[in-house]
Structure formats: C-alpha cells, structure tokens
C-alpha cells in the first residue's frame, strides 16, 4: 500500500488516498486500487470510471475530457481524483514508483526493422560476459529469466511489473524493444535508460500513426523524453534518417555513437565476406581496425549486431571484450532462421519480414550466399496499413527471381483482396511469369519448397517467430519453421 504523495500523485482539492494496487481496465478493479481512465482511439476510458467506483476504486487518474465525462460519478465519490494533462506518462510513473526498482543496467533500441535481433545480440553479449540479462519485446521476456508478453512494449503496469520482477530475479542487464505505438502511448516514460539505439526508417504503422511524420516523431520519443540527456544514443548513420537523428541526441547533449559504413561513425563497418553459412567482417572501432566471424546469413545482420555492440558498449561493457563474443552470436527465431534443407543443399529460410524494407533488405542480404535462385513467400497482414501492400510485392519481385504471394495474418479483412494488392504491386514490377498466387500459406511453402534445384534458397517472410496465423477471430496453430520442416520431410520421403 502507498499513497498518493509515494507515488508522485497530487489529487484535487488535496485529498489523499492509499492505494493498494493499479488497474487500467475496470474489471481488474479491486477497493482501493488507482484506476487509470486513459483516452482511446475509439472509447474515452472515462466512460469506465462508474464501473471502477462501483468496484471501489481508491483514486482516478485522467484527464480533463475524462472528469467531463464522469462528473456526476465522481462528485458523488469519495474517491481522489487525479486530472493530469497527459494522464499516459503521469501512470509509467505512478508505476515505476508502484512496482518497484528495475535492474540496473536498461537500454532500448527503436527503429522499423531489427529491433527483435538487436535487442537479442545485446542479450547474447551479455551472456558471453556472465552478465544476468534478457531481452525484452515481440518475442517476450527471453534469457536468464523469461515470461510472456502480448505486446511488443507492453502498457506500463505490465511493463514496470515485468521489470522489477526480473530485478528480484537477478537480472541486472535488459535490452528493450521500443516500438512506436509504445513510444507515443508513453509506456517507456519511467524506465531510466543507460543508452538508446536507432536501427532504420521505414514505411508501416501508417494505418495508426496517419503520416510518415507522426510516425517518426513517435520514434523519436525515445531519445528526447526517455533517454536522459546524460545518455548515450547509437545510431545507425547509414539509414537515411540517422543523421536527423544524430543531430537530434547532439542538440539535447546527448553522447553519440555513430555505426554503420558512414565515415564519421565511431563502429564503422569497412569490408564483409559472404559464404553459405555466414560471413567475416572488418570494422573500426575508435580508428582502430578489427576482424570478426559472424554465423549469420544476411548482411544486414552485420549491421544489426554492430548496432547491438554500440548499445553494450554505451552501458559500460569493455569493447574488446565485446568483440571478443561476436564470433558465438546465433540466429534469432524467425529473423532469417535456417529452418530446412532439402537433400541437394537448398535451403528454406523463415524471416519475419513484414514491411516492403524489410523484405527487400532480406532479399537483398540472401544473395551473396546464395549460388542459384531466390524463391520468396509473401504477404501481408489484415487490418493494418494497406498502403504498404502493393510495396511489399514490388519489393519481392524485384529482388526475387520467383514470388509466390500468399495470406499473411488476414484477420477481419478478405484474404482474397489482400492477395491482390499484393500481387498488383508484384506484377506491376516484374511482371506475371515468375509470380504465383497461393492463397494457403502451407500449400505455397510446400510449393515454394517442391521448386527448389540445387543451389536455390526460399525465403519464406511474413510471420517469423509465430506460431499462430490470425484469420477472423481465431488464431489458428501455424508456424512458419515447422511447417517448412514437414514439407522438407514429405517432399524427401522421410515421412
């Protein structure tokens, strides 16, 4: 139990309360809880706080537009009644005050793609170094300790739980993904930052940020309200983006660490290497030149782990004991996963893909490695920003010598109009001899499999690491590697 004053709260007309817990949705209300009435994009929470009081609630935070709402309810109250201007950030607070201190040592990297592998390779370095750490985002609570999430940054009362869950659990280091919708809901604000990295800028979430700007400055949340202007920001100065960036983190006073192949980044990648099972690479630290083996398919990848060594470094690792560890970094579920090879030696990837970068930059990355064809799976999920549809195929066929398009994760939406955007944006760029339209994702693997020769690879994008594919409202069992490893067999004879 604390009180208002404990938690940083002020209430109306001075009145104070002890709380005895934290509840964003009315059921979870229990006597004596806070419960945070918070705007929506469709349902004001204020409309919830007659349910809340009805359960008892101790206290109200909202804001103005919320007060409005339950006026009568609130008056009638004996409740507190907190009014802040931006009730989002006024409850990360409340809820790192709540929950508790976090492990010592946090850092949190945004950006389009990479953020799952970034955040996985500090993880992975940590680990090398006998640090307690984890990483934390789309594929949940994963290391020395783990536990499930829904949401790539979850809202702030899970988050600042999970967080000083792990501190009792003796985590010391976590590496955070911190998506946009996160950024702008303020579900970070309350979690101090040792560093902060910037990984890539591209198209998607239109369908809720609305604009390229919106969406960029949700981003950017991260290094001017979370990052405290004694942190230090990595940032990948090769995306076109990163030098706004950088001059954004240098105006708050910020250190920055530039990576990249740019000539003014600190980590600078100067020379790669491809072969079937990975890659060498040459790169500076400093103006000082070093040599490191990655067991990584992709080129990008050499930019994301170089990303992820910014990142540790900043929280205070040695760098050559940093360096030292790169040569045993493995592949992370689902982001360019080897999940089967035929008996000729081709092989089937599973990459989670979903935005028309990304897969041009998986596309693109595939090549050197691979001596034959590039066959590709693609979609592109239901419900979400449609503009980057047609983009999606453009970018398969152009960078694959055969497309098969396929459902993604449709949800609410016609499979059969999805398919079409994409195979539109396919045809319009490489016209309609090499491209394929498979409506059932285990049929077009199977089939994408069946064209294999030796020396080919299929990239199968999309999913990654799920195990579950979104049509309606069910979330029917899939999994992109299993099933890649069922067609592998049946096509083999091995099953």
């Excluded at 009180?3 to 709380?19: D, K, N, P, W, Y």
């Excluded at 409850?91 to 976090?102: E, N, R, V």
């Excluded at 935005?355 to 090549?367: C, F, N």
């Excluded at 080919?456 to 899939?478: N, R």
Aim: proline share 3%.
């Amino acid at each position: 139990m604390k009180s208002l004053a404990e938690l940083g709260l002020t209430a109306r007309g001075g009145r104070e309360a002890q709380i005895t817990g934290l509840a964003v949705d009315s059921r979870d209300v229990k006597p004596g809880f806070l419960f945070a009435a918070l705007p929506g994009a469709r349902v004001h929470g204020g409309e919830f706080i007659q349910y809340a009081l009805r359960m008892k609630a101790g206290a109200i935070l909202t804001d103005a537009k919320g007060a409005e709402i339950a006026a009568d309810e609130l008056a009638a109250s004996d409740a507190a009644v907190i009014v802040a201007q931006d009730p989002r950030q006024a409850l990360a607070q409340t809820a790192s005050l709540w929950f508790g201190a976090h492990p010592k040592t946090v850092i949190a990297v945004t950006g389009t793609n990479g953020k799952t592998s970034v955040s996985t390779f500090c993880r992975q370095i940590w680990e090398e170094l006998d640090l307690p750490g984890v990483n934390l985002g789309t594929t949940g609570v994963e290391g020395a300790w783990n536990h499930p999430l829904k949401h790539t940054t979850p809202e702030p009362i899970t988050l600042h739980r999970v967080m000083a869950e792990a501190a009792q659990n003796g985590i010391t280091h976590v590496a955070m993904e911190a998506s946009s919708h996160g950024l702008d809901q303020r579900r970070l604000d309350g979690v101090i930052l040792a560093a902060a990295g910037f990984s890539n800028f591209s198209q998607d979430h239109l369908d809720y940020h609305e604009t390229f700007e919106a969406y960029f400055d949700a981003k950017m949340g991260l290094f001017q309200r979370v990052l405290s202007e004694d942190g230090v920001a990595v940032i990948n100065l090769d995306d076109p983006k990163g030098k706004e960036v950088a001059a954004i983190c240098t105006a708050r006073g910020q250190e920055v660490i530039g990576v990249g192949r740019h000539t003014d980044a600190r980590l600078r990648l100067t020379g790669q290497r491809f072969d079937a099972t990975g890659q060498d690479l040459l790169f500076e630290w400093q103006g000082r030149a070093r040599q490191a083996r990655l067991e990584l398919i992709g080129g990008f990848q050499a930019e994301n782990v170089l990303l992820a060594s910014g990142l540790v470094i900043a929280a205070g690792a040695d760098p050559d004991e940093v360096f030292d560890t790169l040569q045993y970094l493995t592949t992370v579920r689902g982001r360019m996963e080897l999940a089967a090879t035929r008996q000729s030696g081709a092989a089937v990837f599973v990459d989670y893909a979903h935005t028309p970068d990304a897969v041009e930059t998986a596309l693109r990355a595939m090549r050197p490695h691979v001596m034959g064809r590039i066959i590709v799976i693609v979609g592109a999920g239901g419900d979400r920003d449609a503009g980057k549809r047609p983009l999606m195929g453009a970018a398969a066929a152009q960078h694959a010598d055969i497309v098969i398009v396929t459902d993604d994760n449709p949800r609410s939406e016609d499979p059969a109009a999805i398919r079409a955007a994409v195979m539109a944006g396919a045809v319009d760029a490489g016209g309609s001899d090499s491209i394929t339209e498979v409506g059932d994702r285990a049929e077009a693997i199977l089939r994408g499999i069946d064209m294999l020769g030796a020396g080919d690879a299929l990239l199968i994008a999309g999913k990654g690491h799920e195990t579950g594919q979104v049509v309606g409202d069910a979330v029917l069992p899939f999994d992109d590697v299993e099933q890649a490893s069922v067609a592998v067999a049946a096509l083999e004879g091995w099953i």
